[in-house]
């Protein structure tokens, strides 16, 4: 089958060939060319998934990176107070939960997903708009990070937070450093933080959304 449409040029060579190319078989006799068509054509899709499989594992690696980060390595924590002080508040809910996981609008996020082609921030060119970036240094946020900053201060929980040398980040994300530390010292406070820290949130994604909207 292959030889007869090698030899006549058709579609199916040079299917196989772009397949060859496309997949990096470059350089191996990956198939016999005596096999059937279906034969080929299931070598192919088998090696088409282990290429799929190990990319995904990749991806998986960099997207869960900082929610280990944030839960000191352990994975699977108790429930996170964010998901019961101020439990109405269902969109900044998801939009922390998107954030912690690395799945989320960010650029770095969507180019993992091959939804964007590149990671860079789309309003001040940085190289990767990953989470961090996103919460602790995009000048487009900086005015929601001073209303931020003076809610923690309000609610008499600043210094602390300065302090213990918090990142932005580790305190909107719900470090769990962070919550251990409220626990101990903030408990009473630890509900209308949470306030503050969602009414950031919705300031930034909404911002983040229209600046999108921009952009098409």
């Given at each position: 089958m292959y030889l007869l449409n090698e030899e006549k040029g058709l579609t199916w060579a040079k299917t196989c060939s772009r397949w060859s190319d496309l997949v990096n078989f470059s350089g191996l006799r990956w198939w016999n060319r005596r096999e059937s068509k279906r034969e080929i054509e299931s070598k192919i899709r088998a090696h088409a998934w282990d290429q799929y499989r190990r990319r995904i594992e990749t991806e998986v690696r960099a997207t869960t990176r900082l929610f280990m980060t944030l839960n000191?390595?352990?994975?699977?924590?108790?429930?996170?107070?964010?998901?019961?002080?101020?439990?109405?508040?269902?969109?900044?809910?998801?939009?922390?939960f998107r954030l912690r996981a690395g799945f989320n609008t960010t650029s770095y996020s969507q180019n993992l997903r091959h939804l964007m082609q590149s990671t860079k921030c789309e309003k001040c060119n940085w190289i990767n708009e990953d989470e961090?970036?996103?919460?602790?240094?995009?000048?487009?946020?900086?005015?929601?990070?001073a209303n931020l900053l003076l809610g923690l201060e309000e609610n008499g929980v600043l210094e602390g937070v300065i302090r213990k040398r918090f990142m932005l980040h580790e305190v909107v994300l719900y470090a769990e450093k962070f919550v251990i530390w409220m626990k101990e010292e903030h408990a009473g406070r630890f509900g209308d933080v949470?306030?503050?820290?969602?009414?950031?949130?919705?300031?930034?994604?909404?911002?983040?959304?229209?600046?999108?909207?921009?952009?098409?």
């Amino acid at each position: 089958m292959y030889l007869l449409n090698e030899e006549k040029g058709l579609t199916w060579a040079k299917t196989c060939s772009r397949w060859s190319d496309l997949v990096n078989f470059s350089g191996l006799r990956w198939w016999n060319r005596r096999e059937s068509k279906r034969e080929i054509e299931s070598k192919i899709r088998a090696h088409a998934w282990d290429q799929y499989r190990r990319r995904i594992e990749t991806e998986v690696r960099a997207t869960t990176r900082l929610f280990m980060t944030l839960n000191e390595g352990k994975g699977v924590i108790e429930e996170s107070p964010y998901l019961y002080f101020n439990s109405h508040r269902r969109q900044e809910i998801m939009d922390i939960f998107r954030l912690r996981a690395g799945f989320n609008t960010t650029s770095y996020s969507q180019n993992l997903r091959h939804l964007m082609q590149s990671t860079k921030c789309e309003k001040c060119n940085w190289i990767n708009e990953d989470e961090m970036h996103l919460l602790n240094d995009c000048f487009l946020y900086e005015d929601d990070r001073a209303n931020l900053l003076l809610g923690l201060e309000e609610n008499g929980v600043l210094e602390g937070v300065i302090r213990k040398r918090f990142m932005l980040h580790e305190v909107v994300l719900y470090a769990e450093k962070f919550v251990i530390w409220m626990k101990e010292e903030h408990a009473g406070r630890f509900g209308d933080v949470d306030n503050e820290i969602k009414n950031f949130i919705y300031r930034v994604m909404k911002k983040k959304e229209r600046n999108a909207a921009k952009q098409r």
